[in-house]
């Protein structure tokens, strides 16, 4: 036998037995952007490294540490996007589209980060992510707010709670940062490496250390809310009031600082305390001056990212169901010429039944043998092809799941009884509902 490849640390299979919470939590998502007229943009996994180091930050732990770049054939440097903010708005501004328009946009996907892996921290992770390019004033902060707090409802997750901050506006944090450098250069030599190479590129990074030799330092810093400009609190009170009147709880953290250097003004958090340390499910913020750092127009824009790996975890954390999708039917075959009927039949059934789940049996074999894969599929009928029933023109239908008696069924009936029997629309409702999704 060959060697196994073992796969790559940090990037995981989803199973088909997990997909289904995946499943619900797409459906979940995509049914919310539809609602609030959100539009789905897809953009590359691969961009140019410098979008990332540019939009990101140079001194960040994602650009510093976590990028997983390489050098393609022409020696361009490439790198696996971490997030997705930084293409989107790069496709934003390369496609032309925010010429005196605004955008509310959403993308899933995976993402890529070489941070050591844990519970809840993953090296390929998939991010539900929502952006809305071209607004400036705080509903829009509310309302992004208000999308999430929905997404949780109809997942039926409770424990999770929303931290707010605001970091003012680039002049404000610019005056924040000063003061941070002036303070954490008075403890130079209590510093790490890390942390005294921040203290020269962006000190606010230094508060996103992980050494808990540094902790104390860092919990004694100065508040930006202290530096905040008039401008970005009346921003910051705006939105607090829309929260308010819509009854969505949060605490003001003023040591909510982000890890990505684009923020400026509302940063948020949704946090849990049921997943251990990777505690972050959904975060973001605004990004006034992204887009024109990026080469656009000036643009105020804001958005989130909700990590699915970390919520599909919760949602099996809180036992929220996620039903699995069984074949409702299940066609056996016993014969040479009801084996080479099984397929055909199945196919008039789906044509009949758009809503209809039926397996057929595949490799044959003793009718024991096929009604015992019959039960295991979870199907609740089995539809029973062979020689007596085709010299008669009928199938006979077993209930599987329930007593009940077995019935014949004419092949020309066979839609209208699995309709009835598995309490499906009827054939003609069934026409229609397809004629109306994909005319
Ligand atoms: P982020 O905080 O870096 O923000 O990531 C957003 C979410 O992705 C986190 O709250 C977490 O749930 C999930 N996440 C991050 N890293 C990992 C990981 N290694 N494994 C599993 N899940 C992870 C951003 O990415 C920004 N682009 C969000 C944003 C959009 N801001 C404005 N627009």
Not at 76 to 98: M, Q, Y
Request: proline content about 6%; overall charge negative; hydrophobic content about 40%.
């Amino acid at each position: 036998m060959s060697e196994i490849i073992e796969p790559l640390r940090g990037m995981n299979d989803v199973l088909p037995d997990e997909a289904r919470w995946w499943h619900r939590l797409e459906r979940v998502v995509r049914e919310v952007f539809a609602a609030y007229g959100y539009r789905e943009i897809r953009v590359p996994l691969l961009e140019r490294t410098a979008l990332f180091k540019r939009a990101i930050g140079e001194y960040t732990d994602i650009v510093e540490k976590e990028m997983f770049s390489f050098d393609d054939r022409d020696g361009a440097s490439l790198t696996l996007r971490p997030e997705a903010t930084a293409s989107i708005v790069r496709a934003a501004i390369t496609n032309g589209l925010l010429h005196n328009q605004r955008h509310r946009l959403f993308t899933l996907g995976p993402m890529f980060r070489g941070e050591r892996p844990q519970k809840g921290r993953y090296r390929q992770f998939h991010q539900v992510d929502v952006e809305a390019l071209g607004y400036g004033g705080p509903d829009v902060d509310a309302e992004l707010i208000l999308m999430s707090a929905r997404i949780w409802r109809l997942l039926g997750i409770g424990r999770v709670s929303l931290e707010l901050n605001s970091l003012g506006t680039p002049e404000a944090r610019a005056g924040y940062r000063e003061v941070l450098r002036g303070y954490f250069a008075a403890h130079e030599s209590t510093l790490d490496a890390d942390s005294r190479r921040r203290l020269g590129g962006n000190p606010l990074r230094i508060l996103d250390s992980k050494n808990p030799d540094l902790a104390g330092l860092i919990a004694a810093a100065p508040l930006l809310t202290d530096s905040l400009d008039p401008a970005s609190r009346e921003h910051f009170d705006g939105l607090r009031a829309r929260l308010d009147a819509a009854g969505v709880a949060y605490t003001v953290n003023p040591r909510l600082v982000r890890g990505l250097d684009y923020y400026s003004r509302t940063v948020f958090e949704w946090v849990t305390d049921a997943l251990g340390s990777q505690n972050a499910l959904c975060s973001g913020g605004r990004y006034d001056g992204l887009v024109e750092q990026l080469g656009g127009e000036p643009t105020p824009a804001i958005g989130w990212a909700l990590g699915m790996d970390r919520v599909v975890l919760l949602m099996q954390e809180l036992g929220t169901p996620a039903p699995a999708e069984p074949p409702q039917a299940y066609v056996v075959l016993a014969g040479a010429a009801a084996a080479a009927r099984g397929l055909g039949l199945a196919e008039q059934l789906r044509d009949a039944l758009p809503w209809l789940r039926i397996e057929t049996d595949l490799g044959g074999g003793s009718f024991k043998a096929q009604f015992r894969r019959a039960d295991r599929s979870g199907a609740l009928i089995a539809v029973v092809l062979g020689e007596d029933e085709l010299a008669r023109d009928v199938a006979a239908i077993k209930p599987l799941r329930h007593d009940g008696e077995q019935l014949d069924c004419p092949f020309a009936d066979l839609p209208a009884c699995l309709a009835r029997l598995l309490g499906g629309p009827s054939v003609d409702a069934a026409a229609a509902a397809r004629q109306d999704r994909d005319p």
